[in-house]
């Protein structure tokens, strides 16, 4: 299987992710304020909101 491709273009000013425009979407947990019970919760709940990146 082949793995995928992350890169930064610096002449078009933005990442590409196997090979397309891609653009972070991203929020911010303070997972030391939230029982760890709750942390995988929390976190489908930051990817059903459409984030991909998460910021701790």
Known sequence: SSSGTFQID???D?????GKTFRYISGSIHYSRVPRYYWKDRLMKMYMAGLNAIQT
């Open 10 to 12: 610096y002449d078009n």
């Open 14 to 18: 933005c990442f590409r992710k196997d």
